[in-house]
């Protein structure tokens, strides 16, 4: 016995001994762990070995425990407790008085639609959980996975998802253009040929070429000038608005700019696809109560977002073309 460590026994021993203090008989020790009797009166013998003590001896009413046995009940009875609760029992989360940190990865566009309405909610709900927003790493759905990462926001594919991915579809969008108020563009019909040749912004988050429109305009056979590119969602509208320049933005944020800025928003002479904005997280945060509680105040706040609508129909502007 001297010397001796827990990691070199079968802790399967250490529930088999808290039954048989409870039960005071083999067969019904037996029965409550699922096991056989022969397996249980083993297992007694075994445990017998291990502490040099025959823990109960025989008497009319059953087993009767010896004074090692008795000793040991009340710790083991609330050790086993305690295992058991870490293992099972999820772990408590009370929002007012949690503190936790989180790691988000989102687009200034995602960030500014649903940033001040949850964090409002935040404030009153979960005051101790903090937020850190950090634009998306090219390998984005590995971060999730290896935990550098909590959530992440971007548009929803199709095709195979990676394992163990959660995937929840926030919001759709469809683009719409943007330019200033008394833009040249803006009199006369807005044909593609005209959009085409303006000179344009572009928003280019991870910094590469081409997109929607682009790929659009390559259908007809026909491509623009990009004169001003940033990664930045809410740069864009800005710059437009002091300049000749036009940009194709997703209308949610349009529409926020268009109410603050001299801009004026049209439909592209284009059919543009549009899109779905995904909230995505790993199996491994999945369960976690306090994970769940944010997700679920996402979502809640992604209800309560205005539809993107459309701009009104100007007069002179012709049907777009199809280019499927």
Do not use: C
């Not at 001040?116 to 634009?135: C, H, K, Q, Y």
């Not at 059919?271 to 997280?281: G, K, N």
Request: aromatic share 6%; hydrophobic share 45%.
């Amino acid at each position: 016995m001297h010397g001796m460590h827990i990691s070199g026994m079968d802790l399967n021993l250490a529930v088999v001994l808290h039954a048989l203090l409870e039960e005071r008989s083999v067969s019904r020790a037996a029965t409550r762990l699922g096991l056989s009797q022969s397996a249980t009166s083993h297992a007694l013998a075994r445990l017998r070995h291990v502490l040099g003590d025959p823990l109960f001896v025989r008497a009319r009413a059953g087993l009767v425990p010896t004074a090692r046995a008795e000793a040991m009940a009340d710790t083991l009875a609330n050790a086993l407790g305690a295992l058991e609760g870490s293992f099972f029992a999820p772990p408590p989360f009370e929002p007012r008085t949690a503190v936790r940190s989180f790691r988000v990865a989102s687009s200034d566009y995602v960030e500014h639609l649903i940033g001040p309405p949850l964090l409002t909610g935040l404030a009153r709900a979960a005051p101790n959980l903090d937020l850190w927003t950090v634009s998306a790493p090219e390998e984005a759905t590995e971060a999730l996975a290896q935990g550098r990462l909590d959530l992440l926001f971007q548009p929803s594919r199709p095709g195979p998802r990676d394992e163990g991915l959660h995937v929840a579809g926030m919001w759709e969008d469809h683009f719409v253009g943007v330019m200033r108020k008394g833009h040249p563009l803006s009199r006369g019909p807005l044909t593609v040929e005209r959009f085409a040749a303006a000179k344009h912004a572009f928003i280019a988050p991870r910094g590469r070429p081409g997109g929607a429109v682009d790929a659009a305009l390559a259908q007809l056979g026909l491509s623009r000038r990009i004169a001003f590119t940033t990664p930045n969602f809410l740069v864009g509208p800005q710059v437009v608005a002091e300049t000749d320049l036009v940009i194709v933005l997703a209308a949610r944020i349009a529409r926020v700019f268009a109410e603050r800025l001299p801009l004026v928003l049209f439909e592209p002479p284009l059919e543009l696809p549009s899109f779905e904005i995904a909230m995505m997280w790993h199996e491994r945060r999945h369960a976690d109560p306090a994970h769940r509680f944010l997700r679920e105040e996402i979502v809640r706040v992604a209800r309560t977002l205005p539809a993107p609508g459309r701009p009104r129909a100007r007069a002179g502007s012709p049907k777009r073309p199809k280019t499927a």
